[in-house]
């Protein structure tokens, strides 16, 4: 097993930055559809109906499936012999920052199920500020797994 990840490392790897870049447009796009949901579409209306449709398909097409790419792919690259030492830090960092961006995945699909229910209570301001999330865990993500400190 050991053997055949070595062989396939770096098609592994590809495959994993190209997972990680279809998660991530998600994972920004997303908070600024639901930004739009609220202060400008408003519930209950034909467009509020298409904004629906928009979400769905975007979490359930793209994001999810680039989700669980990119754990597939990242936990063969852990699984490379001599790619990962967990004596360092940047494993560690990573790892944490690679869970809350799994929990922000679920807290999307939450939200996105309330405006489904037309039952959505937060603010755009509130989806603003929820964007800056990904953000922050991308610069953990890259600076831990570019720098390896
Ligand atoms: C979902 C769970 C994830 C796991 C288990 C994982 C694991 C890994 C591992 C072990 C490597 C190999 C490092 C090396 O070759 O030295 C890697 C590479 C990389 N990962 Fe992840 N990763 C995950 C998610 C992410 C996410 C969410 C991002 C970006 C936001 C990301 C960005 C990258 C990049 C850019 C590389 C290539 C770094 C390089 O070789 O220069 N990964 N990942």
Redesign the pocket.
């Known amino acids: 097993m050991g053997d055949f990840l070595a062989d396939w490392y770096l098609w592994t790897?590809a495959l994993?930055?190209v997972s990680?870049i279809s998660?991530?447009a998600g994972l920004f796009y997303l908070p600024r559809l639901f930004v739009y949901h609220v202060e400008v579409v408003g519930s209950g209306t034909p467009t509020s109906e298409l904004f629906q449709t928009m979400e769905r398909r975007l979490l359930r097409a793209i994001m999810t499936p680039a989700m669980v790419a990119?754990?597939i792919f990242?936990?063969a690259?852990?699984f490379t012999p001599g790619?990962?030492d967990w004596s360092v830090i940047w494993p560690w960092t990573?790892a944490a920052a690679?869970l809350g961006?799994t929990w922000f995945h679920h807290w999307l699909g939450l939200r996105r199920k309330d405006f489904m229910a037309d039952r959505n209570s937060l603010s755009g301001r509130h989806y603003r500020m929820m964007n800056e999330v990904p953000t922050i865990l991308?610069l953990v993500?890259?600076f831990s797994?570019?720098l390896k400190f």
């Open positions: 790897k994993h930055v990680v998660w991530m990119t754990w990242g936990l690259l852990v790619i990962v990573k690679v961006m991308m993500i890259v797994v570019i």
